[in-house]
């Protein structure tokens, strides 16, 4: 790359990063905010364009060889061969791929601060060591931030540009630094509120207006747990979602105990079919409640790799998508064992042929990708503005270096990516026309400043728990 060019990416990049985020590991304040469409850049020359269009491309991907993408304004201007540059900066990307940005679906992000923790355990299990003793001990504002802000940064290495924060509101100051460090990350995001008392559907309401306007902060959902035991809240929940025209965001069959608690029956009784609903996991679900989701087009997240680590079972893909249901991939964090969406395509591909005994068993290649983009952003009702690489969306995307050792040489890039991709194949990641990553690196001194904090604010969690007696959480044991 020319001496220009390099201090023209790494100045998009160093926007993200104000003078405060280099003093130490604490930050008190925010990171200052990038301005809203950094630049205009002309992407040109890339061995492979994977735009998830078929209107531009050939095939379900639209794949286009040797082509351009022109970002102007934080949007894609054109796609194409041969786009004229003159006069705007550009970036050469022979022998490189470029794609939308992955969708993750479903995330916890704040769960950084335990990851690796009771490995041993299902999901209940884990809960019980890792997450539950978490609500009865301070959690404020530096610990959640600290701890979002790391797995953001995670984030962004494995190519995802939005994602779907489903938040555990521990108390409001926690909310107060989990949005922070999603506004401070320069990703798209959706909040996903879990409504309880004191502040139940007033306080979401507060949430929502707060991000009314945000450039990156792409929606609002009201998150919830469906079982009959907790009908009366699940209502309030579904009621609240139906006033604020947002979708309800609940946990559905993920451990096989889960059937015992009527989950289905749970989110007929309040109401939760009558507005948008996303699924996550969906695993032990009946035919009947399959064909029930599909009647009412509830969106599903699937986490495969979660699933794995879990021993939550393996979610019915190939007739899951044959009713009709729209699908997206999370990584739903703690239990993902760290942000690869490499690996989780790999995995929802894997899984299912293993449990069918058959290489033709959906999800293929192109169906996997397809779900890591497009399908993620339909959906969380995002298909309009990111997803794939169609003239007038935001410009979400990503550019994967096809030189490394696990990757090389190139036989079939969308196999590749998939079968063979890793996280440090991913060389730029662009969110509304910003990189947010160049060149294979973040920002000087994020990620070092980002682990320091999380250290820090686990020690301090770790302390408030030994304090009140609750055993701090650890690993298998």
Not at 1 to 28: F, I
Not at 173 to 200: C, I, K, M, T
Not at 423 to 434: C, H, L, S
Request: glycine share 12%; net charge negative; aromatic share 4%.
């Amino acid at each position: 790359m020319n001496p220009s060019l390099r201090l023209t990416v790494l100045c998009l990049v160093a926007v993200l990063v104000g003078p405060g985020c280099a003093s130490g590991p604490e930050p008190a304040a925010s990171e200052p905010r990038a301005p809203h469409g950094v630049g205009d850049l002309l992407i040109r020359n890339a061995s492979l364009l994977i735009t998830m269009d078929p209107a531009l491309g050939e095939g379900p991907l639209g794949i286009v060889e040797g082509g351009d993408v022109l970002l102007e304004g934080g949007r894609i201007a054109a796609v194409g061969r041969g786009l004229e540059g003159r006069g705007r900066k550009s970036l050469d990307a022979s022998g490189k791929i470029v794609m939308p940005g992955f969708v993750d679906t479903h995330d916890h992000l704040w769960q950084s601060i335990i990851r690796g923790c009771a490995a041993d355990r299902d999901l209940y299990g884990w809960l019980e060591a890792c997450v539950y003793p978490l609500g009865r001990v301070p959690f404020g504002a530096q610990d959640a931030y600290a701890a979002v802000r790391l797995a953001t940064l995670g984030l962004i290495g494995t190519g995802v540009t939005t994602v779907l924060d489903w938040s555990h509101a521990f108390n409001p100051g926690f909310v107060e630094g989990n949005l922070r460090a999603l506004r401070d990350s320069g990703l798209r995001f959706v909040f996903a509120y879990w409504v309880a008392p004191p502040g139940g559907c007033s306080e979401a309401a507060r949430i929502q207006q707060d991000l009314v306007g945000e450039g990156l902060a792409a929606g609002f959902q009201v998150a919830a747990h469906p079982t009959l035991a907790n009908l009366d809240q699940l209502k309030e929940a579904a009621r609240c979602a139906g006033e604020l025209h947002v979708p309800l965001n609940v946990h559905l069959g993920e451990s096989p105990k889960d059937p015992q608690q009527k989950q289905v029956r749970a989110l007929e009784l309040s109401g939760a079919f009558d507005g948008s609903l996303l699924a996550d996991h969906a695993i032990h679900l009946t035919d009947r409640e399959v064909e029930l989701l599909a009647r009412h087009r509830v969106a599903v997240a699937h986490n495969p790799l979660s699933n794995m680590r879990l021993a939550s079972g393996i979610m019915r893909l190939p007739e899951m998508h044959g009713a009709g249901l729209r699908i997206g991939l999370g990584l739903d964090g703690g239990t993902a064992d760290g942000p690869d969406m490499f690996a989780s395509m790999k995995a929802a591909v894997g899984l299912q042929r293993a449990r069918l005994q058959s290489a033709s068993a959906y999800p293929g290649i192109a169906d996997v990708l397809r779900m890591a983009t497009l399908g993620g952003a339909e959906a969380l009702g995002l298909d309009k503005i990111t997803g794939s690489l169609t003239p007038g969306k935001r410009a979400d995307l990503i550019i994967l270096d096809t030189k490394g050792a696990n990757f090389a040489p190139r036989w079939d890039g969308p196999s590749q990516i998939v079968l063979n991709g890793q996280p440090a194949n991913v060389e730029y990641v662009f969110v509304d026309g910003r990189a947010l990553k160049a060149e294979g690196r973040l920002p000087e001194g994020q990620e070092k400043n980002a682990v320091q904090a999380v250290e820090a604010a686990a020690h301090r969690v770790r302390a408030a728990l030994s304090a009140s007696g609750v055993r701090p959480p650890a690993g298998g044991d």
